[in-house]
């Protein structure tokens, strides 16, 4: 390919024409006449991966204000819309058949909806084109994307989060597609779009949920994939845990605000968000399909979350978006054990001390939602492994919810189909910040994936089955809760989680034994009072473990009677419904013989 084509004669600079000629890619030629023809930019920019190309579009970034220069080196701040500040259910949707539970458009409507909102969206303004790889390159989980944008901000998060592939696009190579346009901000035509023939449109938005291509909008695509091929796509971190025997690789499933970042610490980091599981001669693989973190700052402290706090205290490139800029030109978030300032800019502009909205409710210094992007080479855990073309043996799966009423701290499952169905499949969490509603309202959440569910979910829990019985020895499965209550008041403080995590270690290695309960096995009590002193080193009542681990049983059963409902209204498989109903019928049985509330003491031990 010599000749570029006439759509885009004007467009490119020379070094921009050598660039795009050079990849003598057509399928990358039609996708770009397409998104030319449909945003009509002033300009086209290829973005080749290059430390200058990145520094560009970080300049450029500066340059329209879309990012402002912090007090300390690489820092930058970004601000989205005041109503654009987490992902936008009502106005995302995938494009086809009706999908219980999901947003969902026919495809002839959505296509023309989006496209009359983002026709002519990039007139006067320059088409970034990132080329990128989901997954470590030549590895068996790359997958080859493409991102294109009128934002700055929006392809500079994208240099920061994914591995620039420049080079993998030689040749008429296939990709994921992304036509992302900030439009006129104007969040009442705001639309997010997922095309499963592998397009995704975005306008007017620019929260990095909504708008970073190759982040949850990717998930949609990447998990109807794993779905037709017999793979999974997750909504996971991937955590490598040291034990007596090496180290344990365990991925961790968690609706987003309840636990899954600070779970990511607590080891050795491959990924602190998703995760492409593949099953490789009998054994699990999984990889990050990305390169760095886009995590939420908000509770961030010294204390707490150290490792994390140094990156965002150090000379580095940090994106903080939607946290207050203090007049230093310093960062703030809300539970950061700082003292708050008297005053700053923020999501909401000018911001003030006893500060107000148009309804009368205080404003915050910091979205509730507000975040940082950055690269995993900023983090002192991460794994060396982290971009291993072979990616990392999984031994355990981990699904955490917020619960605070019902579920024990930890528990294991029976065995995979158990903990699949009965700990993933049905997973219920009390809302955050990070999706637009009410707040700590219980949700059905599947996997943590609800919003990104692309094919119908018995269909999607079915695959999971599937996946564990082609496996030789699959990963033993637990469900965690870092959030039960008793009254107002937690019964575990933050740390406790280092606890959790090495009784997973402990179970892997056959180090510590088990009581048997009707929803899975849960700890011995002399078990978490010696990983108490050993990992935290304090003490651990009985009042303490009886707290925690006293089963729910009312409690239970409701929660699975809802989840057995839910599944049976849908096209689910009968396999998978006569797990659940088994589960009910076991608390019941103990409900029957032991009451509503079972002391753990009263339990017997097995293995």
């Known amino acids: 390919m010599e000749v570029l084509p006439s759509f885009l004669k004007g467009k490119l600079s020379p070094i921009m024409e050598t660039r795009l000629l050079k990849l003598r890619n057509v399928k990358l030629l039609h996708f770009l006449e397409e998104a030319v023809d449909l945003c009509e930019p002033e300009s086209v920019y290829i973005v080749e991966g290059t430390e200058e190309d990145i520094s560009e579009i970080r300049n450029r970034a500066l340059l329209t204000k879309e990012e402002t220069e912090l007090n300390v080196k690489g820092h930058t701040i970004h601000f989205d819309h005041a109503l654009d500040q987490a992902r936008a259910r009502e106005d995302t949707f995938i494009l086809g058949d009706r999908i219980p539970f999901v947003n969902t458009k026919p495809r002839k409507e959505g296509l023309e909806e989006v496209k009359s909102i983002l026709k002519g ?88 949920g909504n708008s970073v291509g190759l982040k949850k909008l990717a998930l949609r695509l990447t998990l109807n994939r794993a779905v037709r091929e017999g793979w999974l796509s997750e909504h996971m971190a991937i955590v490598g845990l040291e034990g007596s025997n090496g180290v344990h690789y365990v991925t961790a499933a968690f609706p987003s605000g309840s636990g899954k970042t600070s779970t990511s610490m607590m080891g050795r980091l491959i990924s602190d968000d998703l995760a492409f599981i593949m099953g490789i001669d009998g054994d699990v693989r999984a990889w990050n399909p990305e390169a760095g973190v886009f995590g939420i700052i908000q509770g961030i402290n010294s204390k707490d979350d150290p490792i994390v706090w140094k990156v965002l205290h150090t000379p580095g490139e940090v994106i ?98 158990h903990g699949v169905v009965t700990m993933g499949a049905s997973m219920e969490s009390a809302r955050t910040s990070a999706v637009i509603g009410k707040q700590d309202e219980m949700e059905f959440n599947p996997m943590a994936l609800l919003d990104f569910i692309s094919v119908p979910l018995g269909k999607y829990v079915q695959n999971y089955i599937n996946f564990g019985k082609r496996l030789r020895n699959p990963p033993k499965i637990f469900g965690v809760n870092y959030f039960l209550k008793d009254g107002d008041k937690y019964v ?114 097995i293995e």
């Open 121 to 208: 969206a990039m007139k006067g303004r320059v088409m970034y084109v990132g080329l990128y790889s989901l997954g470590p390159v030549g590895s068996p989980a790359q997958i080859l994307a493409v991102q294109i944008t009128d934002s700055p901000y929006v392809i500079h998060s994208e240099n920061i989060l994914y591995r620039n592939a420049y080079r993998e696009f030689e040749g008429d190579k296939d990709f994921l597609k992304f036509i992302h346009s900030k439009g006129s901000q104007d969040v009442k035509k705001r639309r997010i779009v997922i095309d499963l023939d592998g397009v995704v449109y975005s306008v007017n938005t620019t929260y990095a």
């Open 320 to 417: 903080f978006s939607n946290v207050l800029m203090t007049p230093e030109r310093s960062a703030y978030w809300d539970g950061s054990g700082l003292p708050e300032p008297e005053k700053g800019i923020n999501f909401s502009g000018e911001w003030w001390k006893g500060k107000k909205d148009d309804q009368g409710k205080p404003v915050p210094p910091s979205h509730p939602n507000a975040r940082f992007t950055v690269s995993l080479k900023s983090f002192d855990n991460l794994d060396p492994n982290y971009d291993n073309p072979n990616g990392v043996k999984i031994d355990a799966v981990i699904f955490g919810v917020r619960d605070y009423k019902t579920l024990v701290p930890i528990a294991e499952a029976f065995d995979w189909e």
């Open 492 to 605: 575990n403080s933050k740390e406790d989680k280092r606890v959790w995590l090495r009784w997973v270690v402990e179970r892997l290695e056959g180090r510590s034994k088990a009581l048997e309960t009707p929803i899975g096995k849960i700890p011995l009590y002399e078990d978490l009072r010696r990983l108490f002193g050993e990992a935290l080193g304090k003490e651990y009542s009985e009042k303490d473990y009886e707290a925690q681990f006293s089963l729910r049983l009312r409690g239970y059963k409701e929660k699975y009677e809802r989840i057995l409902d839910i599944y049976s209204k849908i096209d689910t498989p009968k396999d998978i419904l006569h797990i659940i109903e088994r589960q009910i019928q076991r608390i019941e049985e103990y409900r029957k013989s032991m009451g509503d509330v079972v002391s753990p003491f009263r339990l017997k031990v």
